[in-house]
């Protein structure tokens, strides 16, 4: 069963990136999965992992600059490892030109969008104030 919810860290795709890159990779799959977006053509479409992928690391990157903990869930352990090194600066204008390139046209987007329920939407717009 899969998991599916309007929070950054409850969908597979964020929990399997989480795992397989984030934990291992650390700042370096942070900033390799922000700047993948953040990078793209605007006509590019970004999948729904490759988004989550981003929605998470911004996620991460927030939790860094704020010390607001309450969005990552079961991720909180592994972020603990991380947390110096997402605190670059250089990170913060890349995680929100990635979320902003995500908002705009990706899968994740859409599957948001198709449906009445807008608490993705809410939780991506806090994000992204966050971000600021």
Request: hydrophobic fraction near 45%; charge should be negative; proline fraction near 2%.
């Amino acid at each position: 069963m899969g998991a599916w919810g309007h929070g950054s860290f409850e969908n597979d795709s964020a929990l399997d990136w989480t795992e397989n890159a984030f934990r291992p990779g650390g700042a370096a799959a942070v900033e390799a999965a922000l700047r993948y977006a953040a990078e793209s053509a605007e006509d590019a479409y970004i999948d729904v992992d490759e988004a989550s992928a981003v929605v998470a690391a911004a996620e991460f990157v927030a939790a860094a600059r704020d010390g607001d903990l309450s969005n990552l869930g079961a991720a909180q352990n592994v972020f603990a490892t991380h947390r110096q090194s997402l605190s670059s600066p250089q990170l913060l204008p890349l995680a929100r030109r990635a979320l902003e390139r995500v908002l705009r046209r990706s899968e994740l987007q859409e599957l948001w969008s198709e449906g009445k329920d807008k608490s993705w939407l809410k939780e991506m717009s806090n994000l992204l104030a966050r971000l600021r």
